[in-house]
């Protein structure tokens, strides 16, 4: 018996898309990976909340909660799956725009300007294939041999200019410190970490890239209050981008400081906003 001949009615474009094309699929891992990251956040911060508060079994649950999501490694796969696939994609690119015009100064012979990238996820970043840069790399948890795993909270402090950086690039890391104090902690530990010993006529400078709910939608901080933060260390802002998703900074380190403290102090009140802070100890 001849199979029988299927009906090749074209279905009706109200029945949905044609199978060919899949933007389902994508869209729920873009939210898959969204989800992931923001629970990843949050169990750090609920951690060192219960770190602060000496409650142990809370942390080993904790603990227990990040390792069943997968972890840290998780966390860096889904970072890097999320910039690729809605956050704009390598944010080194437009740090490298923005230092062109001095890089552009260099020359093969001249030694080649020192990068700190703290947080890590690639040796293959604009930074990376910029031949006048010499990036190290460190990470909590390296992916890659070229990324040092290592803490910047615990990177042994320069003790001489060869030791220290014309730039270092902290991009979307302040937001995964889990604590006010340990922000404030990281951007002053930069200073101690940036040279303006340099080849070519270079002022140091500080990359940043943070979500941008962390300044437009937190209770506690404002782009106000993070330039007074960082211009009480001495930093100017020279460049600032935003997306969607992400703001963008670029900072030089003039050296002129004035040293004040900065609390925790509500600057925004709303019931839909986030707890995003950076607390600035003085001294
Ligand atoms: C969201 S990923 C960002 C990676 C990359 N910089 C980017 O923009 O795509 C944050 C990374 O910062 C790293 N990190 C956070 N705190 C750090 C610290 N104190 N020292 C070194 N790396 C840190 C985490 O391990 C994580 O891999």
């Given at each position: 018996m001849a199979p029988k001949s299927r009906s090749k009615r074209p279905s009706l474009l109200s029945k949905g898309r044609p199978p060919t094309v899949k933007p389902k699929q994508a869209a729920l891992s873009a939210k898959a990976?969204?989800?992931l990251i923001r629970s990843h956040h949050q169990l750090l911060k609920a951690r060192a909340q219960a770190e602060k508060a000496g409650d142990a079994a809370k942390v080993s649950s904790i603990d227990a909660q990040i390792q069943a999501n997968g972890g840290l490694d998780s966390y860096q796969i889904a970072?890097?799956?999320?910039q690729s696939m809605d956050r704009g994609g390598d944010s080194s690119k437009l740090?490298?725009?923005?230092?062109k015009p001095q890089l552009d100064q260099w020359k093969p012979e001249l030694p080649k300007l020192r990068v700190l990238e703290v947080g890590a996820l690639s040796t293959k970043n604009a930074c990376s294939r910029t031949p006048s840069l010499d990036v190290t790399r460190i990470d909590l948890n390296s992916q890659e041999p070229g990324i040092l795993q290592q803490d910047f909270m615990e990177r042994?402090?320069?003790s001489s200019d060869e030791e220290r950086f014309n730039i270092i690039s902290l991009s979307l890391v302040l937001n995964y410190v889990p604590d006010a104090t340990g922000r404030g902690d990281m951007l002053k530990r930069c200073v101690q970490f940036l040279t303006s010993q340099c080849s070519i006529s270079f002022t140091p400078t500080l990359?940043?890239?943070l979500p941008v709910a962390c300044v437009d939608n937190s209770r506690y901080v404002t782009e106000e209050r993070l330039l007074d933060i960082l211009s009480s260390l001495g930093f100017h802002?020279?460049?600032?981008k935003r997306s969607n998703k992400l703001i963008y900074q670029l900072w030089n380190y003039t050296g002129e400081s004035s040293?004040?403290?900065?609390?925790?102090?509500m600057l925004n009140p709303g019931a839909k906003r986030n707890n995003f802070a950076i607390v600035l100890r003085e001294g």
């Open positions: 990976t969204r989800n970072s890097k799956l999320g740090l490298i725009d923005w230092i042994p402090l320069p990359f940043f890239v802002l020279v460049q600032t040293p004040r403290s900065f609390k925790k102090e």
